[in-house]
Nanobody, 122 residues
Framework: QVQLVESGGGLVQAGGSLRLSCAASGRTFSSYAVGWFREAPGKEREIVAA????????YYADSVKGRFTISRDNAKNTAYLQMNSLKPEDTAVYSCAAGRGVTITTIRYDYWGQGTQVTVSS
């Protein structure tokens, strides 16, 4: 199984940047797709970005496209979410998840981290 722990959240000003990290345990992490999700109070959890196990397929929500970049370093069992040009509406708890699926948009995320708070001030 896979255990995930996020870090890197915090308070930033609008227009600033943050880099979130997702540290994974388990030798099989490299065989899982990874996704970043966010959940703001009163809103449904939404997928922000996803990356296939081999790094060849990506998905980004329209709201973050061009601003966020998902990446992974399988040798370090770590996934990342680089967030640039942050907006107040990006404020949420961000969680990473791992799973498998036939396509990048049909991943079943079986493993979840606890989340890290990202707050963007205006």
């Amino acid at each position: 199984q896979v255990q995930l722990v996020e870090s890197g959240g915090g308070l930033v000003q609008a227009g600033g940047s943050l880099r979130l990290s997702c540290a994974a345990s388990g030798r099989t992490f490299s065989s899982y797709a990874v996704g970043w999700f966010r959940e703001a109070p009163g809103k449904e959890r939404e997928i922000v970005a996803a990356l296939s196990w081999n790094g060849l397929a990506t998905y980004y929500a329209d709201s973050v496209k061009g601003r966020f970049t998902i990446s992974r370093d399988n040798a370090k069992n770590t996934a990342y979410l680089q967030m640039n040009s942050l907006k107040p509406e990006d404020t949420a708890v961000y969680s990473c998840a791992a799973g498998r699926g036939v396509t990048i948009t049909t991943i079943r995320y079986d493993y979840w981290g606890q989340g890290t708070q990202v707050t963007v001030s205006s």
